[in-house]
């Protein structure tokens, strides 16, 4: 038998989400016959709309089962464009726009066609795992800027600075937050962009979470205003509860988003064509689904809020579908590995690197009986 053979420099360098070895811990009690509530979950429990299943399954029937082109399809590529500039006032056509199979593609092209190795890469932390690995696993450099738990982890102009260097190219930064929950301040994202400008530094705003904010926040590509400057990372995964459907976009400047299909050309080929054809569902009279979805989650942020336990602290997320509670154990890890034998699966802070230690982040984003059941296991686990 062949020796296992050893993996690449940049792939040891990558690493995985932290979160994912000890939820092997938990799929492992279940299989025992433990019941395990799963508020460690990352994405909408809600079901995706009816009309879009529908417009899939028309689509399979029509034949739409062949390859696409690699920036997307036209009439999709059109409706974002159109929405974007309706939402978020910048003006945009579809050649602003490049479709893709999961927004996390979208840092990879934007790395490869506008990085070299060694490049700096910027990103927020605590924050979303994928960002540093994506960095790593090409091997650019990543720069963790700290997002201050005693600055309620608003960014700071100070931090920024203290992070960059005369390589940092790329700066990702995602609001609303995943883990935190906030929504970006006007005054922060003027800070962000002055900052980008100022050392000619290209955005990646990942707002994946956008449409589900429960304050207004501001969006920070709406605020920069400018797609050669800022490219917006975005998906149907959150709001639209389409995470299976493996689509997303990038919208920037035309230049950018041809390089973006240009990587897409070589890499993944195109995204899926049904699940692109379905998705034009969404931007035919969905609002009172919307709606309907933003205002259950409201009321189950309520209910995660009003039965967080004593010993767990956190600030009513302002977005999205987490609770990023401070925790008297400043183990996370461990933490976590104690409440999945109590019967709830959370995700350690620890994950989302930084001040992100110390922390648990809980999903609220499940049916209601089962998140009343996770929070009175959370309370009776801990004292
Ligand atoms: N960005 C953030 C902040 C996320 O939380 C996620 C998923 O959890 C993603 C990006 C990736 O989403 P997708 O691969 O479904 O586009």
Not at 41 to 70: K, M, S, W
Not at 236 to 254: C, E, H, P, Q
Not at 296 to 318: F, I
């Amino acid at each position: 038998m062949t020796a296992p053979r050893e993996t690449s420099s940049l792939f040891k360098a990558m690493g995985t989400e932290s979160g994912v070895k000890y939820l092997a811990e938990a799929r492992a009690l279940e299989a025992k016959g433990v019941d395990i509530v799963h508020l460690e979950i990352g994405e909408p429990h809600f079901g995706t709309p009816q009309p879009v299943i529908d417009a899939g399954i028309a689509a399979l029937r029509a034949g739409a089962t062949h390859y696409g082109p690699p920036a997307g399809i036209p009439e999709l590529r059109a409706a974002l464009a159109r929405d974007a500039t309706h939402e978020l006032g910048v003006g945009l056509t579809a050649d602003n726009v490049a479709v893709l199979p999961g927004s996390k593609l979208v840092l990879v092209a934007i790395l490869i066609a506008y990085t070299d190795p060694g490049d700096e890469i910027m990103y927020f932390e605590p924050g979303f795992p994928a960002y540093g690995a994506v960095a790593r696993m090409l091997g650019r450099t990543p720069i963790a800027v700290r997002l201050a738990a005693s600055d309620a982890f608003r960014p700071t102009r100070e931090g920024l600075e203290r992070a960059a260097s005369s390589r940092s190219r790329v700066l990702v930064a995602n609001w609303p937050s995943n883990p935190i929950g906030t929504v970006l301040r006007p005054d922060d994202a003027a800070m962000i962009g002055d900052f980008a400008r100022e050392r000619d530094i290209l955005v990646v705003s990942d707002e994946l979470y956008r449409g589900l904010e429960f304050q207004p926040g501001t969006s920070l590509f709406a605020a920069i205003g400018d797609p050669a400057r800022c490219v917006l990372m975005d998906g149907f995964s959150k709001r639209w509860a389409m995470t299976g459907w493996r689509l997303a976009y990038a919208i920037g400047s035309v230049e950018i988003a041809r390089a973006i299909a240009a990587v897409a050309t070589n890499t993944i080929t195109c995204a899926t064509t049904f699940s692109q054809q379905a998705a034009l569902a969404v931007f035919d009279g969905l609002g009172a689904w919307r709606a309907g979805m933003h205002g259950e989650l409201q009321q189950l942020r309520d209910t995660a809020v009003s039965l967080l336990p004593a010993a767990l602290k956190a600030d009513v997320p302002e977005a999205g579908l987490y609770l990023f509670a401070k925790a008297a154990d400043p183990d996370s890890r461990a933490l976590a590995a104690r409440l999945v034998a109590a019967g709830v699966a959370t995700m350690p802070g620890a994950a989302f690197g930084g001040d992100g230690e110390g922390h648990l982040r809980i999903t609220f984003s499940v049916p209601e009986q089962r998140l009343r059941e996770g929070m009175r296991r959370l309370a009776d686990a801990l004292p």
